[in-house]
């Protein structure tokens, strides 16, 4: 976002005749322009960022498992061979949908025809906005780098501390939301601390370090059935995690965690669980669910407006069950690919858009080392056969072939090393210094360990 603001004014690009704009390129954003670029059409394609991240993998550089280069790729590289899409770095601050124009935060426009929104999804916190100055989420590359940061610091404060309550404190990590996210994160930081770090320390012990996984509802993975979430909380346990089902967050404060009652401290606090739809979903005017996402069509067609579409995490697309689809990487990749072959049809023949039918591969989530779970219909597997199909349907989701080979011998070499290269805190990766540092660094007294002479 500094990029963005530092950024002088781009001219008015109203006058462009944009017959088609996209706004996001995630998976859904991606695979439309992908699409209608191959039938020729003109597309400008709209983000805040200048890249695709590929958000499945995020949880793995925020624990230092991976590079963000590894999960990340510049959107020109990847639509550079399709000559009718024009990629433009902006963020859309306001729709007006009257005059079908897109308001960009350094004051330029963008007129649009065809309107795609596919804009993701941010944070919830569930009424109580002040958590996330506390309790960071994970849906950016910012977010990762912030999380990555505040955990080694974690265990870099608690080296340097004398007093064994405060060193425990330290390394007490709390994760708030036991879905996919929360578990991932909840393993990865186990192993961790227990593998990885424990034998760079001296006088903290990271083995040691207590990894909490709160949950609100009645069980982990609760999109998963009750077979594959009672595993996934015995593989946690086992790693040492403390899992903590049908217990509500009470208070969040910066030394500490309230829930069911009782008060823990804590070092850090991550949050992942809830998720609301991208604020500008809103402005299109048309209805909206309770977490903000649009209400759609079966061709994605946002109910109510003409010629505007909503893919992804910003739209509420009920299945041929009869339940909204998740917010996953397949979804958002199927509903784009669908829309921009529909798309192209509909200018090329005159066709009439064609409805979307979710075709799912199954969900997976990592639990561990070498242990995931993988369902998909009747078939139910866990442990070693469904880290494999965890790893080959992420690898596969990957953009670019580099990026799989890369990430591919990149857990190989941490399988058999327990080795994290990505283990760096730089300083634009990092609030390094506590709120209270700058006023107490005066104060401090030297930090003299009775093992010194």
Same mark, same amino acid.
């Given at each position: 976002?500094?990029?963005?603001?530092?950024?002088?004014?781009?001219?008015?690009?109203?006058?462009? #005749?944009?017959?088609?704009?996209?706004?996001?390129?995630?998976?859904?954003?991606?695979?439309?322009?992908?699409?209608?670029? +191959?039938?020729? $059409?003109?597309?400008?394609?709209?983000?805040?960022?200048?890249?695709? /991240?590929?958000?499945?993998?995020?949880?793995?550089?925020?624990?230092?498992?991976?590079?963000?280069?590894?999960?990340?790729?510049?959107?020109?590289?990847?639509?550079?061979?399709?000559?009718?899409?024009?990629?433009?770095?902006?963020?859309?601050?306001?729709?007006?949908?009257?005059?079908?124009? /897109?308001?960009?935060?350094?004051?330029?426009?963008?007129?649009?025809?065809?309107?795609?929104?596919?804009?993701?999804?941010?944070?919830?916190?569930?009424?109580?906005?002040?958590?996330?100055?506390?309790?960071?989420?994970?849906?950016? $590359?910012?977010?990762?780098?912030?999380? !990555?940061?505040?955990?080694?610091?974690?265990?870099?404060?608690?080296?340097?501390?004398?007093?064994?309550?405060?060193?425990?404190?330290?390394?007490?990590? @709390?994760?708030?939301?036991?879905?996919?996210?929360?578990?991932?994160?909840?393993?990865?930081?186990?192993?961790?601390?227990?593998?990885?770090?424990?034998?760079?320390?001296?006088?903290? !012990?990271?083995?040691?370090?207590?990894?909490?996984?709160?949950?609100?509802?009645?069980?982990?993975? &609760?999109?998963?059935?009750?077979?594959?979430?009672?595993?996934?909380? !015995?593989? $946690?346990?086992? /790693?040492?995690?403390?899992?903590?089902?049908?217990?509500?967050?009470?208070?969040?404060?910066?030394?500490?965690?309230?829930?069911?009652?009782?008060?823990?401290?804590?070092?850090?606090?991550?949050? &992942? @669980?809830?998720?609301?739809?991208?604020?500008?979903?809103?402005?299109?005017?048309?209805?909206?669910?309770?977490?903000?996402?649009?209400?759609?069509?079966?061709?994605?067609?946002?109910?109510? $407006?003409?010629?505007?579409?909503?893919?992804?995490?910003?739209?509420?697309?009920?299945?041929?069950?009869?339940?909204?689809?998740?917010?996953? #990487?397949?979804?958002?990749?199927?509903?784009?690919?669908?829309?921009?072959?529909?798309?192209?049809?509909?200018?090329?023949?005159?066709?009439?858009?064609?409805?979307?039918?979710?075709?799912?591969?199954?969900?997976?989530?990592?639990?561990?080392?070498? @242990? &995931?779970?993988?369902?998909?219909?009747?078939? +139910?597997?866990?442990?070693?056969?469904?880290?494999?199909?965890?790893?080959?349907?992420?690898?596969?989701? /990957?953009?670019?072939?580099?990026?799989?080979?890369?990430?591919?011998?990149?857990?190989?070499?941490?399988?058999?090393?327990?080795? !994290?290269?990505?283990?760096?805190?730089?300083?634009?990766?990092?609030?390094?210094?506590?709120?209270?540092?700058? &006023?107490?660094?005066?104060?401090?007294?030297?930090?003299?360990?009775?093992?010194?002479?």
């Amino acid at each position: 976002m500094s990029a963005l603001k530092d950024m002088p004014p781009a001219e008015p690009v109203a006058s462009r #005749a944009s017959r088609i704009v996209i706004v996001g390129a995630g998976f859904a954003g991606l695979e439309a322009a992908k699409e209608l670029g +191959k039938a020729g $059409l003109a597309v400008v394609l709209l983000d805040r960022q200048n890249h695709h /991240l590929f958000q499945p993998l995020l949880y793995q550089v925020a624990t230092a498992a991976l590079s963000a280069t590894d999960v990340a790729e510049p959107i020109r590289k990847i639509l550079r061979r399709y000559e009718s899409v024009q990629v433009l770095l902006g963020e859309v601050t306001s729709i007006d949908m009257a005059g079908r124009v /897109l308001h960009l935060a350094d004051g330029s426009s963008v007129s649009f025809d065809y309107l795609i929104l596919a804009t993701g999804a941010t944070h919830s916190y569930f009424g109580h906005p002040e958590w996330g100055r506390i309790a960071p989420g994970l849906k950016t $590359l910012a977010d990762a780098r912030k999380i !990555r940061a505040q955990s080694l610091l974690a265990f870099e404060r608690a080296e340097r501390t004398i007093d064994p309550e405060e060193q425990a404190r330290h390394m007490t990590i @709390a994760i708030v939301g036991g879905g996919p996210t929360g578990v991932e994160l909840a393993g990865s930081l186990a192993e961790l601390s227990r593998y990885t770090l424990a034998r760079d320390f001296r006088s903290a !012990r990271p083995e040691a370090a207590r990894i909490m996984l709160i949950e609100a509802g009645p069980r982990i993975l &609760a999109a998963f059935s009750e077979k594959i979430s009672d595993y996934a909380k !015995r593989r $946690l346990e086992k /790693l040492g995690v403390e899992v903590f089902v049908g217990t509500r967050v009470e208070k969040i404060e910066k030394r500490s965690i309230t829930f069911d009652g009782r008060t823990v401290p804590v070092g850090l606090v991550l949050w &992942a @669980a809830g998720v609301a739809a991208s604020p500008l979903a809103a402005q299109l005017g048309a209805e909206t669910d309770r977490t903000g996402r649009v209400l759609v069509d079966e061709a994605m067609r946002a109910k109510g $407006l003409d010629k505007v579409f909503v893919m992804g995490d910003a739209a509420h697309f009920v299945g041929v069950d009869g339940k909204p689809l998740p917010g996953l #990487a397949q979804v958002a990749k199927q509903q784009g690919r669908h829309l921009g072959r529909s798309l192209a049809r509909h200018f090329r023949d005159g066709a009439p858009l064609e409805p979307f039918i979710y075709r799912g591969r199954g969900n997976t989530a990592i639990v561990g080392r070498h @242990a &995931a779970v993988f369902e998909q219909g009747r078939t +139910k597997l866990t442990g070693w056969i469904a880290w494999l199909f965890w790893a080959v349907i992420h690898v596969y989701l /990957l953009v670019g072939f580099q990026h799989r080979l890369m990430v591919s011998l990149q857990w190989l070499w941490r399988y058999i090393t327990f080795e !994290r290269g990505a283990r760096l805190v730089t300083d634009d990766s990092i609030e390094s210094r506590p709120p209270e540092a700058a &006023a107490a660094r005066e104060a401090a007294p030297t930090i003299e360990r009775a093992d010194q002479p």
